[in-house]
């Protein structure tokens, strides 16, 4: 559904996608895993068009996405850190998606996590005054709201709270039953365990591997992702 | 393309500083038609008004408003809609916007003083300026990372544009004294929207007299129909090829 090929991204000296190439089919959850600044979002971005690579090239659903731009609307993305317009209420903000998405009626629209956030209750708030777990919590629902096959979420538990992170979790196996293609970058490694079915180890830009979470499980011995995770990176730093 | 100008737009007219603009322009034409009898000479008043602050506040204003939404644009990418269209309606709905405060803060106290043909050039070339100032604006904004940066760089532009740019040309008539120059001159004008301007009213307003022998060759140049279409078509490339260079440079920015 997604295939990146040989895509490499240089933001002026450094690196930060170094010819890196996957591919990535429906009914799949994918984490993508690997230490600060391996170039996990940089990849992310250049999925969405939001980062345009210096070389290498990225297909979604078979067409290039270098001029295309409504293969979004496929896409459900939940950024590392929401940013949204600061003097616009949470309602406003929903109703303007729905208008540039258009889409509107339930059959189209999935509010689940607007209810089950609570965030009903705070819809006339302006985002400028929301803390950044609610925020987080806005960007979940959006990218949840438009039923897209394919949700993409960086870093989606980072602050938010224990139970609103159940919630989510609960949210993301009910989408991956459905056959959607999940995409997650998370550091709270057992988070995923019960979630994903691939893992792609990203370290300098590059990536190391992308294997199935059984195959890995087999590769280390380890039964939990941390722990796998953890033999695969003291080896590598062992290697050096 | 319609449904972002439209958030665009009500964001701008939310934001007080537009609506104040407004009333400054309106309260500023006012006093200046009431000083005086002579409806001619109150143009002339706000002319300078015109030249001076219709670009400053276009082009910071513009500056700043793009800066401050680089996360309403970062929303919009990760959407399902093309870069041009985000970037050409952002571009519509600040000019639009502005646009809108020159005719009404100074096109109606002209309506009501001086409906002539020297008063309505000045509101067409007020509305122009407006929008080239927009487009310089989004072009510095895109080509800079760094806010301060680019407000900085916008009002150098400014700067370089309202006074920097006669000093030069003064400059280069000075130092080229014993050769023709009026050619030259015509040219250099063109380079210059805000100089455009200043010479397009002033020649509407019959006092070209007074500017001596280059204002006769201005009057050669741009007083006939086709010098002034000329002149509105310089204008409009002061508009389109900004606006072509901030786009080309927005559709390959990382964001």
Request: hydrophobic residues 50%.
């Amino acid at each position: 559904m997604i295939i990146a090929s040989n895509v490499s991204k240089q933001f002026g000296k450094i690196k930060a996608l170094d010819n890196v190439s996957a591919t990535c089919v429906r009914g799949e959850c994918v984490a993508l895993i690997g230490p600060n600044g391996s170039g996990k979002t940089t990849l992310i971005k250049s999925i969405l068009g939001m980062v345009v690579p210096n070389s290498g090239f990225i297909t979604f659903n078979g067409k290039n996405i270098l001029h295309d731009w409504l293969y979004r609307e496929h896409i459900g993305y939940m950024p590392q850190t929401g940013k949204y317009p600061e003097n616009m209420t949470i309602r406003q903000v929903i109703s303007m998606m729905k208008d540039i998405r258009q889409k509107t009626g339930p059959e189209n629209l999935d509010e689940e996590l607007l209810e089950s956030f609570g965030l009903n209750k705070l819809l006339d708030k302006r985002m400028r005054t929301l803390s950044g777990g609610t925020r987080q919590k806005v960007s979940a629902t959006l990218a949840f709201l438009f039923k897209p096959d394919v949700l993409i979420l960086d870093e989606p538990t980072a602050g938010l709270d224990p139970v609103a992170s159940e919630i989510l979790k609960g949210k993301i196996i009910k989408e991956k039953q459905k056959g959607k293609l999940i995409l997650i970058t998370s550091h709270i490694l057992s988070d995923l365990d019960d979630l994903i079915t691939q893992v792609i180890y990203m370290q300098d830009a590059q990536l190391i591997f992308h294997k199935s979470l059984s195959d890995l499980r087999a590769d280390t011995g380890e039964e939990k992702l941390s722990k796998a995770i953890a033999s695969v990176m003291s080896k590598s730093c062992y290697n050096e | 393309m319609n449904k972002v100008i439209k958030y665009v737009m009500t964001d701008i007219l939310r934001n007080k500083i537009v609506i104040g603009y407004t009333f400054f322009l309106l309260l500023i034409s006012l006093s200046v038609f009431n000083l005086d009898d002579n409806s001619t000479k109150g143009l002339l008043s706000l002319l300078n008004l015109v030249l001076i602050i219709v670009p400053l506040v276009s082009i910071i204003f513009s500056t700043i408003y793009i800066y401050n939404s680089a996360e309403f644009i970062e929303l919009l990418v990760s959407q399902p809609l093309k870069r041009n269209k985000i970037w050409i309606s952002l571009f519509a709905g600040l000019a639009g916007s502005l646009s809108m405060s020159i005719i009404a803060g100074i096109g109606i106290p002209i309506l009501i003083y001086s409906p002539t043909i020297t008063g309505m050039v000045m509101v067409v070339m007020a509305v122009l300026l407006t929008i080239i100032f927009v487009s310089i604006a989004m072009l510095a904004a895109v080509l800079t990372r760094d806010k301060a940066k680019g407000i900085g760089v916008s009002i150098l532009l400014w700067l370089y544009f309202s006074l920097l740019f006669d000093g030069l040309a003064l400059f280069i008539l000075f130092q080229f004294q014993d050769y023709p120059m009026e050619k030259a001159m015509v040219v250099m004008s063109g380079l210059n929207p805000i100089d455009l301007g200043r010479i397009l009213i002033l020649l509407k307003m019959d006092i070209s007299a007074l500017m001596g022998y280059s204002g006769a060759i201005f009057r050669d140049s741009f007083g006939s129909n086709t010098g002034f279409i000329i002149a509105l078509l310089i204008m409009i490339s002061w508009v389109l090829v900004p606006t072509w260079l901030s786009l080309r440079k927005f559709n390959r920015k990382d964001l």
